[in-house]
């Protein structure tokens, strides 16, 4: 059973910069990961994902170039760096993870709790 922590949300401005991580354990071997997010009466949305290696990644256009997505394998750890963050980008957002890349919310298998990411205009 994979069991992930988010962790570095918080409250920053518009055009400000945040990075948020994601702790996984349970023998999370070479499982791809990936970030979502969620705003209040929204569904939840894909943000980005990274293959089990790290040597593939996939956004969202609303994030593209702005967002980066990367993985610490030795840690067991994912991280999102957010740059020109938007008000729009105000939301809770999710770690995930499955075995193999993918960007629809309803084919991964494990999930963390969230953490809150607020941008103030």
């Known amino acids: 059973q994979v069991q992930l922590v988010e962790s570095g949300g918080g409250l920053v401005q518009a055009g400000g910069s945040l990075r948020v991580s994601c702790v996984a354990s349970?023998?999370?071997?070479?499982?791809?990961m990936a970030w979502f997010r969620q705003a209040p009466g929204a569904e939840r949305e894909f943000v980005a994902a990274?293959?089990?290696?790290?040597?593939?990644?996939v956004y969202a256009d609303s994030v593209k170039g702005r967002f980066t997505i990367s993985r610490d394998n030795a840690k067991y750890t994912m991280y999102l760096q957010m740059n020109t963050l938007k008000p729009e980008d105000t939301a809770v957002y999710y770690c995930?993870?499955?075995?193999?890349?993918?960007?629809?919310?309803?084919?991964?298998?494990?999930w963390g709790r969230g953490t809150q990411v607020t941008v103030s205009s």
């Open positions: 349970g023998r999370p071997d070479n499982y791809a």
């Open positions: 995930a993870a499955r075995r193999s890349i993918a960007t629809m919310v309803n084919t991964y298998d494990y």
């Open positions: 990274i293959s089990g290696s790290g040597r593939t990644t």
